[in-house]
C-alpha cells in the first residue's frame, strides 16, 4: 500500500511516498492535485509491480499535461531500477538525487545512502566507497554503475 505524508517546504509542496505501489494504489487520491511546484521524496518506497508502473505514470503524465511542476529526489532502488528500463517513466519531472545501495567488505552490511545525481556525474560514474557505520570497514558500491546509472547518460 501506498503511503504520502505532505509538507510545506518553503512554499514548496513536499511529500514523502512510502510502502509500495501495485494495481490497489490510486496516486492521485493518495497523493492528491498539487495546485503548485511539487516535490516527490521515493525514499521509503519499497516496491513497485507493473501495474503499481502504470498507475505512475498515469499520475505524473497527467501532472505533466497540467504544466504542473514537479521533482524527484531519493529515488528508491526499486524505482532506480524503473527509471533505467521504462522509457519516460519520470515523464519529464528532473530527479535530483538517487538512493545508493552500498556493501560493506568486512562485515557484509548493506547500507543505503542518498546522492545527488550532479554529483554522480562529476564524479564521471565513480563511486567512491564510504565507511561501514557498523564496523568502520570500506563499504562499496554494491550494483553495476553502467546499469544503475544508465538512465542519467541517456540524453
Ligand atoms: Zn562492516
Redesign the pocket.
Known sequence: MLTATKENRDGKQFVLLGGTIDETDDLAKVIGMPTGPLIVSCRDLTRINSVGVKNWMKYFSQLQQNKLQFEFEELSVALVEQVNIVKNFACGGPVLSIAMPFR?N??Q?GLTGAIKTEVVRSMNFNIAPVQ?P??G?S?EFDDVAEEYFSFLTRS
Open positions: 560493506c568486512s562485515c552490511t561501514c557498523k564496523c570497514g563499504a
